[in-house]
């Protein structure tokens, strides 16, 4: 039997959590030693162990970011700090017959924003249905998290890249050598995420260090695509160099990122920000970085060669991407100008050839619907292809909305799928969302999604409602408040972009700002 205690006695020293009801939670663990001092910018290292009894009933610092972007909840903000390498565990309390299958959840905001205390990632709805393990983690965002400074690294101050993924995977070891002790089982554990952290499970994929530490993928609206490549990724930084030591006056750019306070490189970061979506539209500075040594190739080119990680996968966007995003024309490619910008930047000749795929462009509706399949269909589409030949791949599309949406114009926009996922519907939030009349349509599509990605969690397969994805029957399992399967659905744009993506596979790109699904 496999009992849940609020102790639990790690490697590391003893924490208590707080039992709710009929769930435990410890929140705030330390996976890493907090990345301060002559640890930043460098990888992540092992945690500091502790003497006594470590209280783990709240979370602990988001890592550093806007102050703004912290809110989790009205009149209250979330501390940041470099001090921010945590994880959080949700489990039942009732004792079980075997060992948990593990969901660990990386939380999206274009790799500058978000926290795991976001009350959207709690994860408690989801444990409470699925009799799982929760994991929520938290990693570095920003120019501390996704800045490439190699090029400024010295004997003694050495800088290393792609800091945020390293993160994930040191979280990711933290699970395989800890989960046991909660109830879990470290040789089933499925990776979830959205947005970024879609993104961040298909690089994980393509991650080598990542290997085995997981055994299925769910990546929700992950822009697979847009991961930089080095070139590009040192221009940003040279940037960035340039603005941190105009700011703090220190000529040296390897002391400046050294010694700068998170104030003067949270400025210079949103700066950065600023030249890049004006002088490369639809990019951002921080993202992963294809640095052909701990990220040797594209994630795209490593689900079209085979050599990203082979386990079971489910994959897919939303119905209306790009409607969340309608005020960043530049950011979303939702602009004629803009869009043109972008071909003439990559492929001119398929300018053409796309956009007559959307009906009334360059209709403003019709842009919208652009900018949110490039950013993250488009990808969504080659990776699914590319694994569906080498390990089991389901493909969705999340269509449903309710009426309030719809009446303000988002539709199933990016991120509304989380609310099926992590059981909104079913609390005060979901009830506002469902007052002109479709809450049983919202509990039923909560019930299907749930079940879908906890029947996959456990068994690496979904229900049998779901087929599975190839190349020659392009099944893809519709979302909506009455699901259905649909063969090769938006065919003709699937078939225009045919091509782009192998071109696009090569170039680099960032995921498009985006704000956190409460701001909206």
Same mark, same amino acid.
């Given at each position: 039997m496999v009992s849940t205690s609020?102790?639990?006695?790690?490697?590391?020293?003893?924490? @208590?959590?707080?039992?709710?009801?009929?769930?435990?939670?410890?929140?705030?663990?330390?996976?890493?030693?907090?990345?301060?001092?002559?640890?930043?910018?460098?990888?992540?290292?092992?945690?500091?162990?502790?003497?006594?009894?470590?209280?783990?009933?709240?979370?602990? *610092?988001?890592?550093?970011?806007?102050?703004?972007?912290?809110?989790? @909840?009205?009149g209250r903000k979330q501390p940041?700090?470099?001090?921010?390498?945590?994880?959080?565990?949700?489990a039942p309390a009732r004792t079980s017959n075997k060992p948990r299958a593990v969901m660990v959840f990386i939380h999206g905001g274009a790799y500058i924003?978000?926290?795991?205390?976001?009350?959207?990632?709690?994860?408690?709805?989801?444990?409470?249905?699925?009799?799982?393990?929760?994991?929520?983690? *938290?990693?570095?965002?920003?120019?501390?998290?996704?800045?490439? /400074?190699?090029?400024?690294?010295?004997?003694?101050?050495?800088?290393?890249? *792609?800091?945020?993924?390293?993160?994930?995977?040191?979280?990711?070891?933290?699970?395989?050598? *800890?989960?046991?002790? /909660?109830?879990?089982?470290?040789?089933?554990?499925?990776?979830?995420?959205?947005?970024?952290g879609g993104n961040a499970v298909t690089t994980l994929m393509a991650t080598p260090a990542a290997g085995g530490l997981f055994h299925r993928a769910i990546a929700e609206s992950s822009a697979p695509m847009l991961t930089l490549h080095q070139h590009y990724a040192q221009r940003f930084a040279d940037k960035m160099g340039e603005l941190l030591t105009a700011d703090t006056g220190i000529s040296d750019v390897a002391e400046a990122l050294a010694s700068a306070s998170l104030a003067e490189i949270g400025r210079a970061g949103h700066r950065l920000a600023r030249w890049v979506t004006k002088d490369s539209p639809g990019l951002l500075?921080?993202?992963?970085?294809?640095?052909?040594?701990?990220?040797?190739?594209?994630?795209?080119?490593?689900?079209?060669?085979?050599?990203?990680?082979?386990?079971?996968?489910?994959?897919?966007?939303?119905?209306?991407?790009?409607?969340?995003?309608?005020?960043?024309?530049?950011?979303?490619?939702?602009?004629?100008?803009?869009?043109? @910008?972008? /071909?003439?930047?990559?492929?001119?000749?398929?300018?053409?050839?796309?956009?007559?795929?959307?009906?009334g462009y360059p209709s403003p509706r019709s842009m919208v619907q652009f900018g949110g399949d490039y950013i993250f269909w488009v990808g969504s589409v080659a990776v699914t292809q590319a694994h569906s030949e080498h390990a089991p791949t389901y493909a969705y599309r999340y269509d449903y909305s309710p009426k309030v949406m719809r009446w303000m114009g988002l539709g199933a926009t990016h991120a509304s799928e989380l609310l099926a996922v992590f059981g909104i519907y079913r609390g005060k939030a979901g009830r506002l969302l469902t007052q002109l009349g479709d809450r049983r349509d919202a509990l039923r599509v909560t019930g299907e999604v749930q079940d879908q990605w906890l029947a996959f969690a456990k068994t690496g397969e979904p229900l049998p409602s779901w087929p599975r994805y190839t190349p020659k029957v392009r099944a893809t399992r519709i979302f909506d408040k009455h699901s259905y399967v649909e063969v090769d659905p938006m065919r003709a744009r699937r078939e225009a972009w045919h091509g782009f993506g192998d071109y696009a596979s090569k170039v680099p790109g960032a995921e498009a700002a985006e704000e956190t699904l409460e701001n909206v």
């Open positions: 609020t102790r639990v006695t790690l490697s590391d020293g003893v924490v @208590e959590g707080v039992r709710d009801g009929d769930i435990v939670r410890w929140r705030g663990i330390p996976f890493a030693a907090p990345p301060v001092g002559d640890l930043r910018l460098r990888a992540p290292q092992p945690a500091i162990g502790w003497e006594g009894v470590l209280k783990a009933d709240s979370f602990r *610092n988001a890592a550093p970011q806007n102050p703004k972007y912290a809110l989790v @909840e009205r940041v700090s470099e001090d921010c390498l945590t994880v959080n565990v949700v924003l978000g926290s795991t205390a976001t009350p959207l990632y709690y994860g408690h709805d989801l444990v409470r249905r699925g009799d799982v393990i929760f994991v929520s983690m *938290n990693y570095r965002l920003g120019p501390l998290g996704y800045g490439d /400074f190699t090029r400024y690294s010295t004997p003694d101050r050495p800088f290393e890249t *792609n800091l945020g993924l390293r993160d994930q995977v040191a979280a990711l070891q933290w699970v395989k050598d *800890n989960i046991a002790d /909660f109830g879990g089982d470290p040789d089933n554990v499925t990776i979830f995420g959205e947005s970024a500075p921080f993202g992963p970085v294809v640095d052909g040594d701990y990220l040797p190739v594209a994630p795209v080119e490593a689900f079209a060669d085979g050599s990203a990680h082979q386990v079971p996968m489910i994959i897919g966007t939303n119905k209306n991407e790009g409607t969340l995003f309608k005020r960043l024309p530049q950011g979303m490619l939702s602009t004629e100008e803009v869009i043109t @910008e972008m /071909f003439a930047n990559t492929e001119p000749d398929a300018q053409d050839r796309i956009t007559a795929a959307y009906n």
